[in-house]
């Protein structure tokens, strides 16, 4: 540590307190702080742990403002050596770095208290790890690459600062233009939310999250629990937030390459230049793939490149200008495209051969570049390269004109999609809410007298004519349900829905059966009296053969709705122990956990966000109008889904929802069935006891019906009724 510090050059004074050496590597030593000549701005401790509560009081004595504590085994808990460490530090306000941590890097102001193995160049990327081997990874990468930081830090054990911490810091920060995350699990996910949602809307904010494979919901009663997985939420809390997640340290890098520019990509039309044809195709596959769109040729640059190249190219895009090409043909190709209104920026591939020089090649890009950027301010366009099996002075040339080299064609297509990624996300974070009407007219007293009375008969699912009641408060409509408690009642629910013209279900009515076809709860299709009889006389022996031990409360009877075109989806809430809520929806019925065609968002949700949740499905692309099948009704799933948001926002009682299946046709949608699981809130937050994100202030909306006109200072100034709405959460 010493030598990290002193050989980066920090230029203000340093001093090492030791009890015992009086001189260590040559640096005389204190026996204390309280000895010290100077107040130290920051300090580094890498003492055992048994001592670092002391050293944080007399810390706290000295009037020191910050530590970056290295040491490990402080424990954790009530009682542990950790607690004492913090409640020493917050007496006097002295913020932690750790402990457990690798250290923290400036290279500003040329400080290194840390143990990395290079001082990384000064630059503007932000890099903050839960992990000091990523930060260790991140600084030996960057010391063979133009690439600097403006800060890393390795936040360890985050008993004080935490991500959420160095988030504020580096979107405030004017040298940071982009942040690298890399979290395992976030210890307050509201803070850390509203933090990642201000950073991401001044700068892009990168996170990898380990621990992707993990199996979050296994114990899950609901369908919708099974579905929503750990790794799920975190992925669904990102996206809200702004943030661009990728999967590893390599998409780290490539991200961090684009990142790196000034300039971004406005769009996702990208040309192709290349002098080989094959990787110039697979650039255009993996574009496609990822979702980019390959630029079409305008008319001036095709000209462009004719005047230098005649017919000697492909003509289209992957611009391909053959295995000869040399510095001046590229520089005339690219001038072109740079030119050209019909792409938003250019990748730049070459594969080395014996008749062109490769450093005369990236010689003339730079060049190039450097002259558009001049041409065209803020709003050249992004330039990424990939000279396969290049040494590090074509690297070093190209990142003279700010030119990522990335290693691959596949690379550099990753690189340019993370920037598109980034557009999309800033445009998403400035899109205002549409209002919903319907959902502030939900009868929430008829509600919460149905969950007090479950909670207080201490029982944990309502029974399906409760919820029938729940999902009625919230106008979702649910096939009409009766309970039937002998074969007698059964029959006579049967012959009121056999005279509307329909065969009849009838599934079992258990406290102890939650996924009731399992067990042969369910019979479909009942056509007469008789039936229902041999129905009702059979579940009650399979259901008691496979589940002895059950209670049986009666039967339920539903009818059989006819709706050939409807899809099955499912909808419903789920409960995190990080975030809360969590809403999910995808493709219904009985398999929905090997189908596994869903997406996870956080509420609260609009209009904008539940369509935004709907189009992250397989079956999205089925709601809309196929060969002979009409499209589902417009805003109908969307709607059911803000409804279940505003449900969730209403009843933190509310552990787990599922409404599966959920048909949804050119009518609608309707519910066949559902569940609702309900608990004693756990307090997650401050406020609200459950949400993540504050919901929308639905408190402060109003109607009003202003007079139809006005005359003032003799302009008449007419006016329609109007309602105001909260800014997006």
Same mark, same amino acid.
């Given at each position: 540590?010493?030598?990290?510090?002193?050989?980066?050059?920090?230029?203000?004074?340093?001093?090492?307190?030791?009890?015992?050496?009086?001189?260590?590597?040559?640096?005389?030593?204190?026996?204390?702080?309280?000895?010290?000549?100077?107040?130290?701005?920051?300090?580094?401790?890498?003492?055992?742990?048994?001592?670092?509560?002391?050293? #944080?009081?007399?810390?706290?004595?000295?009037?020191?403002?910050?530590?970056?504590?290295?040491?490990?085994?402080?424990?954790?808990?009530?009682?542990?050596?950790?607690?004492?460490?913090?409640? +020493?530090?917050?007496?006097?306000?002295?913020?932690?770095?750790?402990?457990?941590?690798?250290?923290?890097?400036?290279?500003?102001?040329?400080?290194?208290?840390?143990?990395?193995?290079?001082?990384?160049?000064?630059?503007?990327?932000?890099? &903050?790890?839960?992990?000091?081997?990523?930060?260790?990874?991140?600084?030996?990468?960057?010391?063979?690459?133009?690439?600097?930081?403006?800060?890393?830090?390795?936040?360890?054990?985050?008993?004080?600062?935490?991500?959420?911490?160095? !988030?504020?810091?580096?979107?405030?920060?004017?040298?940071?233009?982009? &942040?690298?995350?890399?979290?395992?699990?976030?210890?307050?996910?509201?803070?850390?939310?509203?933090?990642?949602?201000?950073?991401?809307?001044?700068?892009?904010?990168?996170?990898?999250?380990?621990?992707?494979?993990?199996?979050?919901?296994?114990?899950?009663?609901?369908?919708?629990?099974?579905?929503?997985?750990?790794?799920?939420?975190?992925?669904?809390?990102?996206?809200?937030?702004?943030?661009?997640?990728?999967?590893?340290?390599?998409?780290?890098?490539?991200?961090?390459?684009?990142?790196?520019?000034?300039?971004?990509?406005?769009?996702?039309?990208?040309?192709?230049?290349?002098?080989?044809?094959?990787?110039?195709?697979?650039?255009?596959?993996?574009?496609?793939?990822?979702?980019?769109?390959?630029?079409?040729?305008?008319?001036?640059?095709?000209?462009?490149?004719?005047?230098?190249?005649?017919?000697?190219?492909?003509?289209?895009?992957?611009?391909?200008?053959?295995?000869?090409?040399?510095?001046?043909?590229?520089?005339?190709?690219?001038? +072109?495209?740079?030119?050209?209104?019909?792409?938003?920026?250019?990748?730049?591939?070459?594969?080395?051969?014996?008749?062109?020089?490769?450093?005369?090649?990236?010689?003339?890009?730079?060049?190039?570049?450097? +002259?558009?950027?001049?041409?065209?301010?803020?709003?050249?366009?992004?330039?990424?390269?990939?000279?396969?099996?290049?040494?590090?002075?074509?690297?070093?040339?190209?990142?003279?004109?700010?030119?990522?080299?990335?290693?691959?064609?596949?690379?550099?297509?990753?690189?340019?999609?993370?920037?598109?990624?980034?557009?999309?996300? #800033?445009?998403?974070? #400035?899109?205002?809410?549409?209002?919903?009407?319907?959902?502030?007219?939900?009868?929430?007293?008829?509600?919460?007298?149905?969950?007090?009375?479950?909670?207080?008969?201490?029982?944990?699912?309502?029974?399906?004519?409760?919820?029938?009641?729940?999902?009625?408060?919230?106008?979702?409509?649910?096939?009409?349900?009766?309970?039937?408690?002998?074969?007698?009642?059964?029959?006579?629910?049967?012959?009121?829905?056999?005279?509307?013209? %329909?065969?009849?279900?009838?599934?079992?009515?258990?406290?102890?059966?939650? %996924?009731?076809?399992?067990?042969?709860?369910?019979?479909?299709?009942?056509?007469?009296?008789?039936?229902?009889?041999?129905?009702?006389?059979?579940?009650?022996?399979?259901?008691?053969?496979?589940?002895?031990?059950?209670?049986?409360?009666?039967?339920?009877?539903?009818?059989? &709705?006819?709706?050939? +075109?409807?899809?099955? !989806?499912?909808?419903?809430?789920?409960?995190?122990?990080?975030?809360?809520?969590?809403?999910?929806?995808?493709?219904?019925?009985?398999?929905?956990?090997?189908?596994?065609?869903?997406?996870?968002?956080?509420?609260?949700?609009?209009?904008?966000?539940?369509?935004?949740?709907?189009?992250?499905?397989?079956?999205?692309?089925?709601?809309?109008?196929?060969?002979?099948?009409?499209?589902?009704?417009?805003?109908?799933?969307?709607?059911?889904?803000?409804?279940?948001?505003?449900?969730?926002?209403?009843?933190?009682?509310?552990?787990?929802?599922?409404?599966?299946?959920?048909?949804?046709?050119?009518?609608?949608?309707?519910?066949?069935?559902?569940? !609702?699981?309900?608990?004693?809130?756990?307090?997650?937050?401050?406020?609200?006891?459950?949400?993540?994100?504050?919901?929308?202030?639905?408190?402060?909306?109003?109607?009003?019906?202003?007079?139809?006109?006005?005359?003032?200072?003799?302009?008449?100034?007419?006016?329609?009724?109007?309602?105001?709405?909260?800014?997006?959460?």
């Amino acid at each position: 540590m010493l030598r990290n510090i002193r050989d980066a050059g920090f230029s203000g004074p340093i001093a090492i307190v030791n009890p015992v050496h009086r001189e260590i590597d040559g640096h005389p030593t204190c026996a204390s702080l309280d000895t010290l000549p100077f107040v130290p701005d920051i300090i580094v401790v890498t003492a055992p742990a048994s001592a670092v509560p002391d050293i #944080m009081a007399a810390a706290v004595a000295k009037g020191v403002a910050g530590a970056v504590i290295l040491s490990t085994g402080l424990g954790h808990g009530e009682g542990s050596l950790s607690a004492a460490t913090i409640d +020493a530090a917050s007496a006097g306000g002295l913020r932690l770095i750790g402990p457990n941590c690798f250290g923290l890097i400036a290279p500003g102001c040329r400080l290194n208290a840390s143990f990395a193995a290079h001082m990384p160049r000064q630059g503007g990327l932000a890099l &903050i790890s839960q992990s000091g081997a990523i930060i260790a990874a991140m600084v030996d990468w960057a010391a063979e690459r133009p690439l600097g930081f403006s800060g890393l830090v390795s936040i360890g054990d985050q008993l004080d600062v935490d991500v959420a911490d160095c !988030l504020d810091y580096f979107a405030a920060d004017p040298a940071t233009h982009a &942040i690298l995350l890399y979290v395992e699990a976030i210890p307050d996910a509201r803070k850390f939310l509203s933090a990642a949602r201000a950073a991401a809307r001044v700068k892009p904010v990168v996170v990898v999250k380990a621990g992707r494979m993990a199996q979050g919901a296994k114990a899950a009663a609901t369908h919708t629990g099974a579905l929503a997985g750990a790794d799920e939420v975190y992925d669904a809390a990102f996206r809200r937030t702004g943030l661009l997640r990728v999967c590893d340290l390599r998409e780290l890098f490539d991200c961090a390459a684009i990142l790196a520019l000034k300039t971004q990509p406005q769009g996702r039309r990208l040309a192709v230049l290349t002098n080989g044809g094959g990787l110039g195709i697979l650039a255009i596959d993996r574009l496609v793939e990822l979702g980019g769109i390959s630029a079409n040729l305008g008319t001036s640059s095709c000209t462009g490149i004719n005047e230098v190249l005649g017919n000697r190219w492909s003509g289209g895009n992957p611009v391909d200008i053959g295995g000869d090409a040399n510095g001046v043909h590229y520089g005339a190709a690219l001038a +072109a495209l740079l030119d050209d209104g019909e792409n938003d920026a250019v990748v730049v591939l070459n594969v080395q051969t014996a008749v062109a020089d490769p450093d005369d090649i990236a010689k003339a890009v730079a060049e190039t570049v450097n +002259a558009h950027r001049q041409g065209q301010g803020r709003s050249a366009k992004p330039v990424l390269a990939a000279f396969v099996g290049a040494g590090s002075g074509v690297t070093a040339r190209l990142g003279s004109a700010s030119v990522p080299n990335l290693p691959t064609e596949d690379d550099a297509i990753r690189a340019f999609m993370y920037g598109v990624h980034h557009h999309d996300a #800033m445009q998403a974070l #400035m899109t205002s809410p549409p209002g919903v009407a319907e959902v502030a007219q939900a009868d929430r007293e008829a509600v919460q007298r149905i969950l007090d009375n479950a909670i207080r008969e201490g029982r944990a699912w309502l029974d399906p004519i409760e919820l029938a009641a729940v999902l009625d408060a919230y106008a979702i409509p649910m096939v009409p349900t009766r309970k039937a408690v002998s074969v007698e009642q059964a029959i006579a629910h049967a012959e009121e829905f056999f005279q509307q013209g %329909h065969a009849v279900a009838m599934k079992i009515l258990s406290p102890d059966i939650v %996924h009731k076809s399992d067990v042969g709860g369910v019979v479909l299709q009942l056509r007469d009296a008789g039936a229902v009889r041999r129905a009702y006389d059979g579940m009650i022996e399979r259901v008691m053969a496979k589940h002895p031990d059950c209670r049986v409360a009666g039967m339920i009877i539903q009818p059989m &709705i006819g709706r050939p +075109a409807a899809r099955e !989806l499912i909808l419903g809430l789920a409960d995190d122990p990080t975030f809360g809520p969590v809403i999910v929806f995808g493709e219904g019925g009985t398999a929905v956990e090997i189908i596994n065609d869903k997406a996870l968002a956080l509420p609260p949700l609009d209009m904008t966000l539940a369509d935004d949740l709907v189009k992250r499905t397989r079956i999205a692309r089925r709601l809309a109008g196929y060969r002979n099948v009409s499209a589902v009704k417009p805003g109908a799933v969307q709607l059911t889904l803000v409804k279940l948001s505003q449900m969730a926002i209403d009843f933190p009682e509310i552990s787990e929802l599922d409404i599966n299946p959920l048909l949804a046709d050119e009518q609608g949608v309707l519910a066949l069935d559902a569940r !609702l699981r309900i608990a004693r809130p756990k307090k997650l937050f401050a406020g609200h006891t459950r949400l993540a994100i504050r919901p929308y202030p639905t408190a402060w909306q109003r109607d009003a019906t202003p007079v139809q006109s006005v005359c003032i200072r003799g302009f008449s100034v007419r006016s329609r009724s109007f309602r105001m709405h909260s800014s997006h959460a």
